[in-house]
């Protein structure tokens, strides 16, 4: 190889780097040449083509070559795009053809990375090992698979998406109008509803109305910590989890703000996880927590609590779009926003205004992705791609990644602001999502 051949592949690997791996635009100006030209099924004719594409992608996007060859101007990689936000990753091979020390031309060809059982010559197609199977061995036992995360949107969930974005918006974002968009009675059928106390905190239970419940849900609602007690808006979710696994589950009625600022929800869902295991009866090992938005937050910042207090700890704990960075750090916070159909900056600052108080909006109890989640059971996590809090969900996973946690990571491809909310408009991404939540719930705890 000469030497004009190695600082081309030298420039093409580090090119690469900067942008799909460090996201670095203005350096990769430098790499990329003003006249670029793209030869793709798949990406938009030149430079800013390119660029634009990659700024829609997770902020978690790697890249990895394995072979890197050059010829003359031409450099030639074999390569691979993981953490894509799809169900599989990307086996690529990208020719490359350098001019005046740029990268000026570009013909790429893309495949879905197989797995061993769809691998037809019994090869990996990148590295010595094989992807994991689509499914996980909890969602295999139940019958899911992580794929149908990114089925085709539904009708019904583009119509829904459509009334979000086509409500009035106010001129002044307030509690009134929150507490006005999540109120409501609800109609449930297969199940029995009553009002509980869990150690002092109110709460609503619900039951299927056949057979036995075989474990136990706290849930823990959203609402921003200002809206959803009562819990109605909450309960088709609750309703369909019970159903699908075969669950008593407590919706928690938690103190609201402005009236009980931080850390009065906090204290009740301490409260109500501390009487559950220590005076209900009730056995951790079918015990699991469950929170959307502000309430995955609180389920998260309360399993947190427990480990160090010394209580019993859930079996499992599920949280959905969770709402867990009140100091709006984030870079999903701005480069989402536009996708977002419903959630935005000033709603959220609302909230945390009125929650927070004086308080510090960094305190990892109204801020989870500042908490420590070392020796926390099995964790899920489900969050929609086009959510403004998407990065909420990323740190936490991987905080609890770090500190050896288990976790499944679900990012839906059409899912918004917690979506199984409106299984009662029939969405079928609402269903499949609490199936999922009950499949890990099941695996857990499976049935005599």
Not at 7 to 28: E, G, H, P, Q, S
Not at 88 to 99: F, G, L, P, Y
Not at 136 to 152: K, L, W
């Amino acid at each position: 190889m000469t030497e004009s051949e190695q600082a081309n592949k030298t420039l093409v690997i580090d090119a690469f780097d900067t942008l799909f791996n460090r996201r670095d635009y203005t350096a990769a100006e430098l790499f990329w040449s003003p006249d670029y030209i793209q030869h793709s099924a798949h990406i938009a004719p030149g430079r800013d083509g390119l660029f634009d594409l990659i700024k829609t992608m997770p902020p978690e996007l790697c890249y990895e070559h394995q072979l890197v060859v050059a010829e003359g101007d031409f450099v030639m990689l074999h390569g691979r795009f993981s953490r894509i936000g799809q169900p599989t990753n990307w086996v690529v091979t990208d020719i490359v053809r350098v001019a005046d020390g740029m990268l000026a031309e570009h013909w790429d060809v893309i495949q879905d990375e197989a797995t061993r059982s769809q691998s037809q010559s019994g090869l990996p197609m990148f590295g010595d090992t094989f992807p994991a199977e689509a499914a996980t061995p909890d969602e295999a036992s139940a019958g899911i698979s992580p794929a149908d995360t990114q089925r085709p949107e539904s009708q019904l969930m583009k119509a829904f998406v459509s009334y979000l974005r086509a409500r009035p918006q106010r001129e002044q974002v307030d509690t009134e109008s929150t507490r006005e968009f999540n109120a409501g009675e609800t109609a449930l059928e297969g199940v029995t509803r009553r009002d509980h106390d869990l150690g002092g905190v109110r709460a609503i239970t619900i039951e299927p109305d056949f057979g036995r419940p075989d474990r136990t849900v706290i849930y823990f609602h959203g609402g921003g910590y200002v809206s959803g007690s009562p819990p109605e808006r909450y309960l088709p979710l609750a309703a369909g989890l019970a159903l699908a696994a075969n669950a008593t589950v407590h919706a928690v009625d938690y103190r609201l703000a402005p009236e009980s600022r931080f850390p009065a929800a906090y204290d009740d869902c301490v409260s109500a996880f501390t009487w559950l295991v220590g005076d209900s009866g009730v056995d951790p090992s079918s015990l699991f927590v469950l929170g959307d938005s502000a309430g995955g937050n609180l389920a998260v910042a309360v399993t947190v609590a427990a480990r160090d207090r010394g209580l019993a700890l859930p079996a499992r704990v599920a949280i959905i779009s969770p709402f867990a960075d009140l100091t709006f750090s984030g870079p999903s916070m701005e480069e989402r926003r536009e996708r977002d159909p419903y959630v935005t900056r000033a709603l959220l600052e609302s909230m945390a205004t009125d929650y927070l108080g004086e308080s510090d909006p960094a305190d990892p109890r109204c801020s989870a992705v500042f908490a420590d989640l070392s020796g926390l059971p099995p964790l899920l996590i489900q969050v929609g791609e086009n959510e403004i809090l998407y990065d909420d969900a990323v740190r936490i996973r991987d905080q609890a990644l770090a500190a050896g946690v288990d976790v499944t990571f679900e990012s839906w491809q059409h899912g918004m602001h917690v979506w199984p909310v409106y299984i009662d408009a029939g969405l079928p991404e609402s269903a499949q999502a609490i199936e999922h939540v009950a499949a890990f719930f099941r695996a857990a705890t499976p049935a005599p």
